[in-house]
């Protein structure tokens, strides 16, 4: 069966940070996170079977679903609880579905980081258009990081919260890249950038 699919990010989060959980809240279409809960993204093809999966891992565990999301080949779903057992069972019940292992994933790749210091006044109104985070207020230092596959995007900005004192602008995990917005300081966002990389890189897979 593993050959069928194709496992494009698995990530567990243990514990959302405050910041990334709401801006959750604010994009979800599911059952609303809070902070301390434990989550897990996982994005396959084909991407038609998440419905299938999602149903598998929601009636084995009293994880929720947060987020199911079918983009042409790709398929998306996050769940997540405050027990972080009942997370990681979900997990392990879709890969048996699936055939696959946590080490069959596709290596998460950074494609691009940006640290713009000293934001400019009618720059920070136009990306404000488009944030669902916090406010970019001009004279910040802002952080575009992009990575692939997109989901892993999410287990990048809560590493990243945890060792900075940033904000959350915005954060796109769904087609090609994930990207995310942050700002602050140029001293915490170099931190937030180092730390994201970090994360990522840390993370076992194969080339994608």
Request: glycine share 8%; net charge negative.
């Amino acid at each position: 069966m593993a050959e069928d699919f194709s496992l494009r990010c698995y990530c567990f989060i243990d514990r959302m940070q405050a910041q990334y959980s709401a801006f959750i809240g604010t994009v979800t279409q599911g059952d609303l996170p809070v902070e301390g809960m434990a989550s897990l993204y996982v994005e396959m093809a084909p991407g038609n079977e998440v419905f299938r999966v999602v149903d598998i891992a929601v009636k084995a565990t009293e994880a929720k679903p947060g987020a199911q999301i079918v983009e042409r080949e790709f398929g998306m779903f996050e769940v997540h609880s405050l027990n972080q057992a009942a997370v990681k069972e979900a997990g392990r019940v879709v890969l048996e579905r699936l055939g696959l292992k946590v080490e069959d994933r596709i290596k998460p790749q950074v494609v691009s980081t940006q640290v713009i210091t000293n934001v400019d006044s009618y720059q920070a109104q136009l990306l404000n258009r488009f944030r669902k985070g916090s406010i970019l207020v001009p004279g910040e230092t802002l952080l575009v990081l992009e990575c692939a596959p997109a989901a892993y995007i999410n287990y990048a900005c809560n590493e990243a919260e945890k060792k900075a004192s940033i904000k959350i602008i915005h954060v796109s995990s769904v087609g090609r890249f994930g990207r995310m917005w942050l700002s602050g300081s140029e001293a915490e966002i170099n931190t937030a950038k180092n730390a994201a990389i970090s994360a990522l890189e840390e993370l076992e897979g194969i080339p994608g």
